[in-house]
């Protein structure tokens, strides 16, 4: 079975410093590995997938992500914060080749960011 | 492009009642899937559609539920005799194909109360 596991409900942070969102999944064979961010009663927006090739992929709104196959960690980062970033973020996951094609999704980190 | 659409955004019914919920896909797009988001239990994949392959029920969380796909296109998802621990927001995506590495695009979610 596939797992995400997002450790920190609530990210605080102050705007124009750097952010982080951390997430660490467990699947068998290679993974799949997505962000989604959600605004209030909003749906969610994908933000950045990483499928293959280059640990370090770019995504929406200035994010990034980088894979780590050693620590099956896919943390997501900004280098500087706006106050528009505060929402709900998601990182899921899907294992590589056909069968199970549908997403686990972490629980969700709460960010905010502090004016 | 219009995206995901789901209707109604909001649903009140009392327990026992049956209920229907709506999904419009984003045209083109062959793959549709159903999750649940509840505080208790995050996000939680219900079924997909593919084509006309067999839908993946393996998400279902009761005979209760059931989906359709009419035309390839638009989806119901069906709650009979709903209870309690049926209020949640039920969040439709579609993307381009099955395959693993085409993101999955949300629609704004259908909240349900049961009373």
């Known amino acids: 079975a596939q797992s995400v596991a997002q450790p920190e409900d609530q990210v605080n942070v102050a705007e124009g410093n750097p952010l982080t969102v951390k997430c660490t999944y467990s699947?068998?064979?290679?993974?799949?590995l997505f962000w989604y961010v959600q605004y209030p009663n909003r749906g969610l927006q994908f933000l950045l997938k990483y499928i293959t090739g280059d640990n370090l992929v770019k995504g929406s709104y200035g994010f990034e992500a980088e894979f780590n196959k050693s620590q099956t960690s896919f943390h997501l980062k900004k280098p500087s914060a706006l106050v528009s970033d505060s929402a709900l973020y998601f990182c899921?996951?899907?294992?590589?080749?056909?069968?199970?094609?549908?997403?686990?999704f972490g629980k969700g980190t709460k960010l905010s960011v502090i004016p | 492009g219009a995206g995901v659409s789901q209707s109604p955004s909001n649903k009140v019914t009392e327990k026992g009642k049956d209920v229907e919920l709506r999904c419009d896909p984003i045209s083109g797009h062959t793959a549709l899937y159903w999750y649940r988001q509840s505080l208790g239990q995050g996000l939680e994949f219900l079924i997909y559609f593919q084509g006309n392959s067999a839908p993946d029920k393996s998400g279902l969380p009761s005979d209760r539920f059931s989906a359709e796909r009419t035309g390839g296109s638009v989806s119901t998802l069906t709650i009979q005799r709903t209870q309690q621990e049926d209020s949640a927001v039920y969040l439709c995506?579609?993307?381009?194909?099955?395959?693993?590495?085409?993101?999955?695009?949300f629609g704004p979610g259908t909240r349900l109360t049961v009373t």
């Open positions: 899921a996951v899907r294992k590589s080749g056909a069968g199970s094609y549908q997403l686990t």
């Open positions: 699947v068998s064979g290679n993974p799949y």
């Open positions: 995506a579609s993307s381009l194909a099955i395959t693993e590495t085409y993101e999955q695009y």
